[in-house]
């Protein structure tokens, strides 16, 4: 490959296999490759042997459920993959050597140095830089990085400290369907037992359920830590995060401080996060509404709002914001990387920064 190869999937209707098709991430991206006319020439539902042998619709075909197999990848352009780090980390490689290129919603390759960890409106180029898996990064570090990136754009972004409120939804279908039994097990006046979740989320919040480090944060925290850092190219950048599993349902939310090196007028911060591509601005202080996560379920645009001076620190801002992870925190996200590939204004732009960056 010369500095200028980009890697395009070919202008031609696909092959797509969507593995984990059953599950919540699974279930959304077949949503919106209908809801997006996503080139799709022949679609392959894998799932684990659970579910084989079973029938979704999609797009008016019906389409039998298949359990991964090497032989499932043949002919294959793209797998939209969405069953868990373990799966990824033993199909993808497969996928990828039979000539597919693998979208992988999963942890399992984020950090690898060869494998672009990609939000489109971030860092659109690193997706043409693959070697076969393009990973999508954590759901609550793309919503943040939609709202970092255009700031950190026009000014230096020194720190940031984040805290979230991460909905159900975000541990997967099984968890959902948990929150809202045992939701109704509390308001019948039963004791609610949670099996999904590792504590009940009925009327009730914990700190993320993801395994504890030895520094004391648990993995999602450092995940944002690290993945942040390398979708905006900047490896100094101090930051830190709580995160926190709360009863929605659907879409995280997060507060964010950010600290820059030098002031940053909230007016200019508004205009360009109101500007900035993938965000919304929900903003009226005459009557203290900002973003819930009921404004952005099932929607595609993260929401911003409640954008502050922080009282403390004349360098940083307080910014609020809600976004559906199961869509842009993880199946539009993967699905918009899909059809950045097939956007030759893209390549073209990416070949171009290649070049610029190696001459
Ligand atoms: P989920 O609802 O639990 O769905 C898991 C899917 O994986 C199901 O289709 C399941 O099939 C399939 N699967 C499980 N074991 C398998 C195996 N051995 N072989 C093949 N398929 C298998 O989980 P999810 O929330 O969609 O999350 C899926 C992935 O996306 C995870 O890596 C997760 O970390 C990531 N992610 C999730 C979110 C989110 O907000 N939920 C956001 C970003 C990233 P069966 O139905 O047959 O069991």
Redesign the pocket.
């Known amino acids: 490959m010369t500095s200028t190869d980009v890697r395009s999937l070919p202008s031609r209707p696909l092959h797509v296999a969507v593995?984990?098709?059953?599950?919540?991430?699974?279930q959304e991206l077949l949503t919106l490759l209908q809801e997006r006319a996503f080139p799709v020439g022949q679609l392959t539902l894998?799932?684990?042997?659970?579910?084989a042998g079973q029938t979704l619709e999609w797009n008016g075909q019906v389409l039998t459920i298949q359990?991964?197999s090497a032989e499932a990848f043949a002919g294959v352009d793209v797998v939209l993959a969405?069953?868990?780090?373990s799966?990824?980390k033993q199909w993808a490689p497969v996928a990828a050597a039979a000539g597919a290129v693998v979208i992988d919603?999963?942890?399992a390759f984020r950090m690898d140095a060869g494998v672009p960890l990609v939000v489109p409106e971030v860092n659109p180029h690193e997706a043409f830089r693959h070697q076969g898996v393009i990973a999508?990064p954590?759901?609550t570090t793309i919503l943040m990085t939609l709202a970092l990136a255009p700031l950190a754009a026009r000014r230096a972004m020194r720190r940031v400290v984040v805290s979230t409120y991460q909905s159900a939804?975000?541990?997967?279908?099984?968890a959902m369907e948990e929150l809202s039994e045992l939701s109704r097990t509390v308001l019948d006046g039963g004791t609610p037992m949670s099996s999904v979740l590792p504590y009940s989320l009925a009327f009730n919040l914990f700190l993320h359920n993801s395994p504890l480090q030895d520094n004391g944060y648990c993995e999602e925290e450092l995940k944002m830590v690290n993945e942040t850092r390398k979708i905006m190219g900047l490896p100094d950048l101090r930051i830190s995060a709580t995160c926190v599993r709360v009863p929605v349902l659907r879409a995280h939310s997060e507060a964010i401080n950010i600290e820059f090196c030098e002031p940053f007028p909230v007016e200019e911060a508004r205009t360009l996060l109101k500007d900035a591509p993938g965000v919304e601005l929900i903003e009226d202080f005459s009557s203290n509404r900002f973003p819930m996560p009921t404004d952005v379920t099932g929607r595609d645009p993260v929401a911003v709002g409640r954008i502050r001076q922080d009282l403390s620190e004349p360098n940083a801002l307080e910014v609020w914001l809600c976004g559906d992870?199961?869509r842009k925190?993880?199946a539009l996200n993967a699905i918009q990387i899909a059809e950045l590939l097939l956007d030759p204004a893209a390549a073209a732009a990416a070949a171009q920064a290649t070049a610029g960056a190696s001459a």
């Open positions: 593995l984990g098709a059953t599950g919540a991430v699974g894998l799932a684990s042997p659970r579910s359990p991964v969405s069953a868990g780090g799966v990824s919603n999963s942890s999508n954590n759901c939804s975000g541990a997967g279908a099984r992870q199961i925190g993880a």
